[in-house]
């Protein structure tokens, strides 16, 4: 009777917990396994080869289908925030892109992808960007860009994002 007393309520509680909680696959801190993390760090790769592609072909505008349209999205540039949220990101973006002629973004061979899980990841890497303004003068800048990758809707978007740039360094 005794082993009753102390079993019954630890079955209780995984029975409750199972029932009310997340499974142990859908946990949002359970670690993927390896063939996951193999496959997201190639989904991630591929999405940033993208947005440098997308950028410098079609611009600043380029930015909008990749930064997550999402309340929980925001950029810090050089440790300031340059945009708290998605609608002050599109409205920057959509004005910054009447002040330019043509971009060209390359990331660094320095890529770095790390997979939480199977919807999320780190993104890091150095850049150069080139940018040629309206006014013509040709800027050119280098840093590192860090970021945080999510899986919405079945594709890929850049939830966070920061920028460090050299700029007189």
Known sequence: ???????????????????????????????????????????????????????THDGPV???????????????????????????????????????????LEWGNDLRVDPLTSKFAVVAASYFEEQEPVSGKLVQERGYFTGIAELRDGRWQIRDAHWSSLRGK
Do not use: Y
């Open 1 to 55: 009777m005794r082993r009753i007393c102390v079993w019954l309520p630890l079955f209780a509680v995984l029975v409750v917990g199972q029932a009310g909680g997340q499974s142990a696959s859908e946990s949002p801190t359970k670690p993927i396994n390896v063939g996951e993390a193999t496959r997201v760090e190639g989904a991630v790769r591929s999405f940033m080869a993208t947005i440098a592609r997308d950028v």
């Open 62 to 104: 380029a930015w909008s289908k990749h930064f997550a349209d999402s309340p929980a999205f925001f950029m810090v540039d050089d440790g300031q925030m340059a945009f708290p949220d998605s609608a002050a990101a599109s409205q920057g973006i959509h004005d910054f892109a009447g002040t330019i002629k043509s971009i060209r």
